[in-house]
């Protein structure tokens, strides 16, 4: 099995653009020259989102967490670049679709603050060492 696995919430992403070779959005692969790719990751009826991008290989197993609420970023989506010298991946949590704010504003998606309020929102990023098990992937 691969090393290194994303696992998302909800299903499996959906590719917008790009062609990265391969539409199986849960393996990250080696460096090859691949064109950028871009996928919306549907979330259905979930409040709150985690994805976990887990490494059974780096320093003996790490799982990395990142969760946030959909109340702050509704959308979710997943950008990779798998090119011999310019090798990344973002999970990126979002206020907007693909369409932008403007769609946001005409469907009255857009969640504005009126003047002298405040809100909390953020993201969580968790870091963890895998068990042995788990890196050996029982």
Known sequence: PDACRLIWPGGEPRTLWGDGGDDD??????????????AEVPLGSLAEVSVNIVNTRLSGGVDVEIAFSREAFPYL??????????????????????????????????????????????????????TAKEAQGD
């Open 77 to 130: 989506f997943h950008w990779r670049l798998f090119k011999n010298r310019a090798y990344a991946i973002a999970v990126e949590p979002a206020t907007a679709g693909l369409e932008g704010r403007p769609a946001e504003y005409r469907a009255g998606r857009v969640n504005l603050l009126e003047p002298g309020e405040s809100r909390r929102l953020g993201v969580s990023v968790r870091v963890r060492s895998l």
């Open 25 to 38: 959005f849960s393996r990250i692969l080696a460096p090859a020259d691949r064109e950028e790719t871009v």
